[in-house]
């Protein structure tokens, strides 16, 4: 059974910092891309950020300079460390596993994310 629990969220003041994390467990975590989607109240989910199995990375333009994802394979964790947080960086942060034999896809149960002003 494949598990994605995440970790780190909280309530931040502008400008200030987290680190979500993931961890995974249930699959091979080293061979498949992880995400991070996050979701606003009234709005749809959005890709934040992704890595792939051999570390390739790519972010929505609105977080480019201020997120890093990162993974650990010996952890079958991936991090989202964010800085110089806004206020409309406000959401439910969501961890996601593409399965890369299908693409099917795993999500986390979300890990929420306030940024005061």
């Known amino acids: 059974q494949v598990q994605l629990v995440e970790s780190g969220g909280g309530l931040v003041q502008a400008g200030g910092s987290l680190k979500l994390s993931c961890v995974v467990s249930?699959?091979?975590?080293?061979?498949?891309?992880m995400r991070w989607y996050r979701q606003a109240p009234g709005k749809q989910r959005e890709l934040v950020a992704g890595?792939?199995?051999?570390?390739?990375?790519d972010y929505a333009d609105s977080v480019k300079g201020r997120f890093t994802i990162s993974r650990d394979n010996a952890k079958n964790t991936v991090y989202l460390q964010m800085n110089s947080l806004k206020p409309e960086d406000t959401a439910v942060y969501y961890c996601?596993?593409?399965?890369?034999?299908?693409?099917?896809?795993?999500w986390g149960q979300g890990t929420q994310v306030t940024v005061s002003s």
């Open positions: 249930g699959i091979t975590f080293s061979i498949n891309a």
């Open positions: 890595i792939s199995s051999s570390g390739s990375t």
């Open positions: 996601n596993l593409l399965r890369r034999i299908d693409r099917f896809q795993f």
